[in-house]
T-cell receptor, first 110, second 114 residues
Framework: GEDVEQSLFLSVREGDSSVINCTYT??????LYWYKQEPGAGLQLLTY?????DMKQDQRLTVLLNKKDKHLSLRIADTQTGDSAIYFCAETPSDYKLSFGAGTTVTVRA | GAGVSQTPSNKVTEKGKYVELRCDPISGHTALYWYRQSLGQGPEFLIYFQGTGAADDSGLPNDRFFAVRPEGSVSTLKIQRTERGDSAVYLCASSQSGGNTEAFFGQGTRLTVV
């Protein structure tokens, strides 16, 4: 994951919005992904965006993609305690391989 | 099965020993992947199978690591002469086919080499 960079920690109050940022390097990535990992659990695909899109909204999740700057963000509206987890951004250097960032630990406080 | 199953969930082994980690993919998924996640890091790609064959093993760190999928379903990751640096969570994923179809991950095997 050294080609994908994320901030390591984010603390947010319950009910506020969370924004997790990611920069990537592979401009040929067809898809960019966000995964969620809870303690003791496997990786869960949260959402993804196709590289020719600027934005994708899926219920409380909004993904923004700036291809020029190779910047991806994930916004979680109305953050809940169940959103506490590690969030990984991933680019696709090939059509089967995922290259992950180091993950952003999101802590939701009451 | 309902999801990707990995066994054992935890494995502690002594330095120099041989270990095998097993992955049962979702039934019908032709693509299978192994990733390694070290503490505080994101998963790193190890190997990708399409059916029985390893289509890309470029992520295997050295020749102590080997993986097989003889019948195109269950896969085994084999590590010879384990070293303390091999300690990590080994994740398996499967997808219906390759090519950006959604990959479903198992819960991983936590390997500790003492």
């Amino acid at each position: 994951g050294e080609d994908v960079e994320q901030s390591l920690f984010l603390s947010v109050r319950e009910g506020d919005s969370s924004v997790i940022n990611c920069t990537y390097t592979d401009s040929s990535s067809t898809y960019l992904y966000w995964y969620k990992q809870e303690p003791g659990a496997g990786l869960q695909l949260l959402t993804y965006i196709f590289s020719n899109m600027d934005m994708k909204q899926d219920q409380r999740l909004t993904v923004l993609l700036n291809k020029k700057d190779k910047h991806l963000s994930l916004r979680i509206a109305d953050t809940q305690t169940g959103d506490s987890a590690i969030y990984f951004c991933a680019e696709t250097p090939s059509d089967y391989k995922l290259s992950f960032g180091a993950g952003t630990t999101v802590t939701v406080r009451a | 099965g309902a999801g990707v199953s990995q066994t054992p969930s935890n494995k502690v082994t002594e330095k120099g020993k041989y270990v095998e980690l097993r992955c049962d993919p979702i039934s019908g998924h032709t693509a299978l992947y192994w990733y390694r996640q070290s503490l505080g890091q994101g998963p790193e790609f190890l190997i990708y199978f399409q059916g029985t064959g390893a289509a890309d093993d470029s992520g295997l760190p050295n020749d102590r690591f080997f993986a097989v999928r003889p019948e195109g379903s269950v896969s085994t990751l084999k590590i010879q002469r384990t070293e303390r640096g091999d300690s990590a969570v080994y994740l398996c994923a499967s997808s219906q086919s390759g090519g950006n179809t959604e990959a479903f991950f198992g819960q991983g095997t936590r390997l500790t080499v003492v």
